[in-house]
């Protein structure tokens, strides 16, 4: 049974950095896909980056391109998501998932962490 939690949010002032980890149980296959998406009030799920666990391929969305780093830790099964240049509209809650492929949309992903919250300070 696949399990996740992620850690590592908190308040950070505007420019600043966070990483958010995410511990991840019961991974068995090492085919399949990673991703850390976030939620704001009053707006959808968003994807923000995603990585192909076993050939480490990344994808951002094109708002955080560049400011954030995902990678993970195979060998501890850990998900990271490194924020730099924090903006007031990063803050939300952000939520690591498993999926099978790539997706931008997190319908296709089956499980997910319970989130951790991000707030940004301007």
């Known amino acids: 049974q696949v399990q996740l939690a992620e850690s590592g949010g908190g308040l950070v002032q505007a420019g600043g950095s966070l990483r958010l980890s995410c511990a991840a149980s019961?991974?068995?296959?090492?085919?399949?896909?990673m991703g850390w998406f976030r939620q704001a009030p009053g707006k959808e799920r968003e994807f923000v980056a995603g990585?192909?666990?076993?050939?480490?391929?990344?994808y951002y969305a094109d708002s955080v391109r560049g400011r954030f780093t995902i990678s993970r830790d195979r060998a501890e099964n850990m998900l990271f998501l490194d924020m730099n240049s924090l903006k007031p509209e990063d803050a939300a809650v952000y939520y690591c998932?498993?999926?099978?492929?790539?997706?931008?949309?997190?319908?296709?992903?089956?499980?997910w962490g319970q989130g951790t919250q991000v707030t940004v300070s301007s």
């Open positions: 998932a498993k999926g099978n492929e790539y997706s931008t949309s997190p319908t296709p992903y089956r499980h």
């Open positions: 019961g991974l068995t296959f090492s085919s399949h896909f």
């Open positions: 990585i192909r666990w076993g050939y480490g391929s990344t």
